[in-house]
């Protein structure tokens, strides 16, 4: 059985990779046998990464809000890998703050990045899906924030209110080429970069709304991230799969 969630021969792209969860999905990834493309703004971390995963990884810097910087990624991928078989299209910003504080420009920061920035990485990688006539996995990192809202995060929940349905229409048009299209929708995750807040007395309320009064590891997203990577997932498109503790079925 754990064949069927063997990686090995498979090339996985994952965007955010410098830090928090995209560094942990690159870890998962490559120890289930992936080549993993490590794809973010912060070169120097990527290169540490590199470093510790060893062979099997590679680095590209990529700038989701910027069109040229994607266009050079895929050329890159072309000239060194030649193909890809699975994106992770993780990257993401948040800016926490009241509706009626919302300005503009905070509003179109976390929307260029967390909903623009995840559309044409997805139509750059199905591009390639396509010209290769393969198939492929692609996996949106959403968050169960676009599913059912929070206080203080009206961009950050528009903007994955709207990856869940880019999802599920992606997903819809791609299932006849064999491109997969499936999004996981994370509850609170304790990663290195929110482990302060988390500390903090804010923090703590957060965590006393979740039924099983914790937060997540890391590590409890492999099992969701390895299925819908692997060829264990062969007949799933267009899910979105809450890991959250149960936050999702909390009494209203």
Avoid at 44 to 54: P, Q
Avoid at 85 to 108: C, H, M, Y
Wanted: with cysteine; net charge negative; proline share 2%.
């Amino acid at each position: 059985m754990n064949d069927i969630f063997n990686l090995e021969g498979k090339t996985a792209l994952i965007t955010g990779a410098s830090s928090g969860l995209g560094k942990h999905f690159a870890k998962t990834l490559a120890g289930a046998g992936a080549s993993v493309i490590l794809s973010a703004r912060r070169i120097e971390n990527l290169e540490a990464l590199k470093a510790e995963i060893g062979s099997q990884a590679s680095c590209i810097p990529l700038d989701v809000t910027s069109v040229e910087s994607i266009d050079n990624l895929v050329k890159e991928i072309r000239n060194t890998t030649g193909s890809l078989d699975i994106l992770v299209n993780n990257a993401g910003v948040s800016d926490p703050q009241r509706f009626k504080d919302l300005t503009e420009e905070s509003w179109n920061y976390v929307l260029e990045t967390n909903l623009n920035g995840a559309f044409r990485m997805a139509k750059a990688v199905t591009d390639i899906f396509l010209e290769d006539k393969k198939g492929g996995s692609i996996i949106n990192i959403a968050s169960i924030l676009g599913i059912r809202v929070g206080l203080n995060l009206t961009s950050y929940a528009a903007a994955k209110a709207g990856l869940v349905q880019l999802t599920k229409s992606m997903a819809l048009e791609l299932a006849r080429s064999n491109i997969r299209v499936n999004a996981i929708a994370p509850g609170y995750i304790l990663t290195e970069i929110n482990d302060d807040f988390f500390g903090t007395e804010e923090g703590q309320s957060y965590i006393k709304s979740i039924p099983m009064r914790r937060l997540g590891l890391e590590s409890e997203l492999d099992g969701i991230l390895l299925l819908l990577a692997s060829d264990a997932s062969s007949f799933m498109t267009g899910s979105i799969i809450p890991v959250d503790g149960g936050h999702l079925v909390n009494p209203l």
